[in-house]
């Protein structure tokens, strides 16, 4: 029993290394200050009403000159009054363009909103965000200037806003463990994903990789998706500029944020040709947790040893991430966070690969 253990759990703790030596000694890319090249930020909407004014006027107030960058929106059927605000900022600002898509395409939703707006862009680097995002006034040209100084795909931080509550809290770290498992990968050459939230790359890698076409009829994923394949023909560079980072809304309940994370697992499957070493990564992490879960059930002399191991590696990643990304978080609810988590994660892993969740269509 105990050897099995060791089997399950070792792969995990090896990466957990690897991802605390890649923050240490991240490489940093290459920023020069020179002209750059007109942009185009693309965003998707549906039934943002609550959100999207916010962002828009993030975007009014870049420090970016405006002849140099433009704002494209498409609107993916709402039905709140998403399309009246958009309007209302595209009449009174001539760099804010949008597209109203009234009907379902073959193409997923959100892939079609996205394929459209970049269609509709005149830029030749394109950076996205999700419509319930906040960015810095120097978001646009920070990463801009990234995306062409550098060949391949740019990974930017994005974090959970702070808000007083636990689920919040809990949202927070688990959101910045995954950030910080991406960055320090990439250090060592292991690219995983990143978020639609903030990204930015060339319009011609887009176009090379055949846009979305390859996987048009995966309901999600559409970020993994541009992380893997533009980084697979030209590379992929992490943003630690504090300019660059992003905040997103935390779900405002845990099924919602449980079905989220079912979502993002159910993409694992397809890393299994994609991207091999991302599958055994994500693949190390379940069965580690799953190892301990199992060796408290049968009260195996490992499980506290094990369970430590795993709990203080963590804590050093999580550390040098609130370092780096600037997102303090709480003792306790880490404490909290780190304990579940042999439960938490092999249930979203099985959910994720039968495909036990929903999204808004």
Known sequence: MDLYLLIGTAPYFCFLVIIFSGLLFRKLPNINQNDISFVSVVIAARNEENNISYLLKDLINQSANKNNYEVIIANDRSTDKTKSIIDQFSSENSFIRSIHIKKKHEMKPKKYALTKAIENSKGEIIL???ADC??????VSN???LAQNNEGIVIGYSKIESMKSFLNEFQKID???IMAANAGLLTHGIVCSGSGQNLAYKKKDFQTING??????????DDMYL?????????????YDPSSFVSTLPKKTFTSYINQRIRWSSNSKQNLRSNPQFFVFL?????ANCSIMFSFIYFS???IILFLIKFFLEAFVIFIGTRLFLTPVSSLTYIIWNVIQPVYIPIVGVAGLIGKYTWKE
Do not use: E, H
Not at 212 to 221: A, E, H, I, R, T
Not at 228 to 233: D, E, G, L, M
Not at 283 to 287: G, N, R, T, V
């Open 212 to 221: 979305f076409n390859p996987v048009k009829d995966l309901m999600s994923g």
């Open 227 to 239: 992380v893997q394949n533009i980084s697979s023909i030209k590379g992929a560079v992490f943003n």
């Open 134 to 139: 906040r960015v810095p006034r120097d978001w």
């Open 128 to 130: 996205t965000t999700d």
């Open 175 to 177: 959101f910045l463990g």
């Open 301 to 303: 002399g490992l499980s």
């Open 283 to 287: 693949l190390s992490a379940f069965l």
């Open 143 to 145: 990463m801009a200037q």
